[in-house]
């Protein structure tokens, strides 16, 4: 029998985080590639990802049963992100080498990603530590 401490929450957050890492990823290769000719610059959709993660066709998907107007249920299902990842490549290219990268774009996605994972980390780190405190009693 496989006992789990982590709730759904923290098991999703925890998924974001290796989202959020993907994601980092793609932007550091993009940056590393801006001066390779030909290079096409790829993006982890993040919003994709989630929606691919919550389709209802999707194993572990997030079944939303709403018995009244005002409740909003989840099913008790974590979605996986991390299947749902979607990389595409982005074909615009004003450059004569055809690089498609922009580096100052790719410069505030990182800045941001790297916020959005920060504050992700944060929040489990919290909700790991709530655990911890129910487990010893509240101390």
Known sequence: MEINLLDQTALLLSQLLDLRSERHRGI????ANQDTPGYKAVEVDFTQALKNATAADTPGHLAVAVTHTQ??????????LSSG??????????RLDGNSVNAEMEMAKLAENTLMYNVTSQVLGMRLKAIKNTIRGGF
């Open 28 to 31: 550091s290769a993009n940056i």
């Open 85 to 94: 990842a979607v990389v595409s490549q982005i074909e615009r290219s004003n």
């Open 71 to 80: 409740h909003i249920g989840a099913g008790g299902i974590v979605p996986d």
